[in-house]
């Protein structure tokens, strides 16, 4: 949230797409509502599961002003490439959770280095390979996260990312 308002700062209504059968997408929208708030933006829970929810909703959404786009995990396996799309066409400035999906066009992305994730992965097996119970294991939260933003799309957009963003980015998509 924080970052869309940083993007585009006179965002005011924000749609937050989720698949409502992930029981994560509570969670995760709690947690964008509780930003969204101070910053005085209007969140818009898009609960969908199917292509054809997806572009009703963003096509709906997209009449007016000041608007972006959240695409929280759990919604990101409901056709991001769609959404991208859509977005792009409806010059709605998105943020995705993952860089894929920026390198496939999104505007910025802010989430867990998945490399990284398999890197630490690698070393549970070898715990477990050498005789570590899995179930003994803890629990471990991403401890890498990434930001890289698309320049091609902000230009498409008409957005003006600040340079304070720019150098912040772990990549830049020119």
């Given at each position: 949230m924080e970052?869309?308002?940083?993007?585009?700062?006179r965002?005011?209504?924000v749609a937050?797409i989720r698949?409502?059968?992930?029981?994560?997408s509570?969670?995760q929208?709690?947690a964008?509502?509780a930003?969204?708030v101070?910053?005085?933006?209007?969140l818009?829970p898009?609960?969908?599961s199917d292509a054809?929810q997806?572009?009703h909703?963003i096509i709906e959404?997209?009449?007016?002003?000041n608007?972006?786009l959240?695409?929280?995990?759990?919604?990101?396996g409901?056709?991001?490439?769609?959404?991208t799309?859509?977005?792009a066409r409806?010059?709605?400035p998105?943020?995705y959770?993952?860089r894929?999906?920026?390198?496939?066009?999104g505007?910025?992305?802010?989430g867990p280095?998945i490399?990284?994730?398999?890197r630490?992965?690698?070393?549970?097996?070898?715990?477990?390979l050498?005789?570590e119970k899995?179930a003994?294991?803890?629990?471990?939260?991403p401890?890498?996260y990434?930001l890289?933003?698309?320049?091609k799309?902000?230009k498409?957009l008409?957005?003006?990312?600040?340079p304070?963003?720019?150098a912040?980015?772990d990549?830049?998509i020119?």
């Open positions: 970052l869309l308002k940083e993007v585009v700062p965002v005011m209504r937050v698949d409502p059968s992930d029981p994560g509570i969670g929208f709690a964008i509502q930003v969204a101070p910053l005085g933006v209007e818009i898009v609960d969908v054809s997806i572009e909703a959404f997209a009449h007016g002003e608007r972006g959240i695409l929280t995990p759990s919604g990101s409901v056709r991001h490439s769609l959404i799309t859509l977005a409806y010059r709605i998105a943020i959770p993952f894929y999906q920026v390198t496939d066009g505007l910025i992305s802010y280095d490399v990284d994730q398999y630490r992965a690698a070393g549970y097996v070898d715990r477990i050498k005789g899995p003994e294991l803890p629990v471990q939260a401890t890498k990434e890289v933003i698309n320049l799309t902000a498409s008409g957005v003006e990312v600040p304070t963003l720019l912040r980015a990549e830049v020119e």
